[in-house]
């Protein structure tokens, strides 16, 4: 069964950062393209970045574009969001997915593994 778990989500104060992990088990890590998508209340599920399954290429939403850095971590199974300059607009549910392949931009049914989210929540 494969298995996708956030975690590192909190309360930060805008200007702050956190860094968001998710463990994966079940499933062939490096083979997977890993990606970070969000989601706030009332709106459809974002894409926020993606990373391939050697780690060496990355691709962002232009919004996260210099404040976001997603890395992965092969033998420990893990993939890393790492956010700064976090800003209000940054607040939502933080979901990580695996994609059998790597593309520019993903949509919600691109991704076949989901993890079930941390909650990020930026004051202002």
């Known amino acids: 069964q494969q298995l996708l778990v956030e975690s590192g989500g909190g309360l930060v104060q805008a200007g702050g950062s956190l860094r968001l992990s998710c463990v994966t088990s079940?499933?062939?890590?490096?083979?997977?393209?890993m990606a970070w998508f969000r989601q706030s209340p009332g709106k459809e599920r974002q894409f926020v970045g993606t990373?391939?399954?050697?780690?060496?290429?990355?691709y962002y939403v232009d919004s996260v574009k210099g404040r976001f850095t997603i890395s992965r971590d092969n033998a420990k199974n893990t993939v890393y969001l790492q956010m700064r300059s976090l800003k209000p607009e940054d607040t939502a549910v933080y979901f990580c997915?695996?994609?059998?392949?790597?593309?520019?931009?993903?949509?919600?049914?691109?991704?076949?593994?989901w993890g079930q989210g941390t909650q990020v929540t930026v004051s202002s």
């Open positions: 079940g499933l062939t890590f490096s083979t997977y393209a």
């Open positions: 997915a695996a994609a059998p392949r790597l593309m520019s931009t993903m949509t919600r049914g691109d991704a076949r593994y």
């Open positions: 990373i391939s399954g050697n780690g060496g290429t990355t």
